[in-house]
């Protein structure tokens, strides 16, 4: 099984609808974050949180909101769709021990479609 | 602004040979560098990580560099193999109040024929 698991793996919505993502991870680590992944932009980041209390906004958080549930899980919620946000989501996760260095490590991905 | 930027877009290459990815920064104060490998349709997974005091690091056939005082490095592939196709992110962080904050580039995509 996958460190860190998000689902939907693919979705095709329509625009207006509410549509959330999920993610799950059993690395233990305290941080979670959203990426987005547009061709040729790179990985962007939408909202991150350092534990289940604190949530914080990224570069490009207009249109999106999170929640974190616990520990091991963190959702992104888009609240009304729009096609401009079509790309590739990414969960990822770091450790916030002494040998941390920064390493994020990444879900498989959730592609949206928005119609 | 911190960026970084990679070098080239695209690369095609054909199998066995060799390649070199580039990665130019301006993050400042300069923590950590890393170089990310993502296979299509999955999310990154770190091929090296690189920080002040080092100028080289090997993974396989993976070989980094870092040029501190340049603000350059470079991502040295050998004897390519098909499944070295992929995207290679680099990614350099900065130390903020006991974290680390990334900045990626946009990627090189590879791609390696038979």
């Known amino acids: 099984d996958a460190d860190v698991t998000q689902t939907p793996r693919n979705r095709i919505t329509k625009t207006g609808k509410r549509i959330m993502l999920e993610c799950s991870q059993t690395?233990?680590?305290?941080?979670m974050y959203w990426y987005r992944q547009d061709p040729g932009l790179g990985l962007r980041l939408i909202y991150y949180?350092?534990?289940?209390?604190?949530?914080n906004k990224g570069e490009i958080s207009d249109g999106y909101s999170v929640s974190r549930q616990a520990q091991a899980k963190f959702s992104l919620s888009l609240e009304s769709a729009i096609p401009n946000q079509t790309a590739l989501y990414f969960c990822?996760?770091?450790?916030?021990?002494?040998?941390?260095?920064?390493?994020?490590?990444f879900g498989e991905g959730s592609r949206l479609t928005v119609l | 602004k911190n960026q970084v930027e990679q070098s080239p877009q695209s690369l095609i290459i054909l199998e066995g040979k060799n390649c070199t990815l580039q990665?130019?920064?301006?993050?400042?104060?300069?923590?950590?560098l890393r170089w990310y490998k993502q296979d299509t349709g999955r999310g990154p997974v770190s091929l090296t990580i690189?920080?002040?005091?080092?100028n080289t690091k090997s993974n396989g056939r993976y070989t980094a560099t870092l040029d501190a005082d340049t603000k350059q490095s470079s991502l040295h592939i050998t004897a390519s193999q098909l499944s070295d196709s992929a995207s290679y992110i680099c990614?350099?962080?900065?130390?903020?109040?006991?974290?680390?904050?990334?900045?990626f580039g946009r990627g090189t995509s590879l791609i390696v024929h038979p």
């Open positions: 990665c130019n920064y301006t993050v400042s104060p300069f923590s950590n």
């Open positions: 690189m920080t002040f005091s080092e």
């Open positions: 990614v350099v962080s900065k130390a903020s109040g006991g974290s680390y904050i990334p900045t």
């Open positions: 990822a996760t770091s450790d916030r021990g002494t040998s941390n260095t920064g390493e994020l490590f």
């Open positions: 949180s350092f534990d289940v209390k604190d949530i």
């Open positions: 690395k233990g680590h305290d941080r």
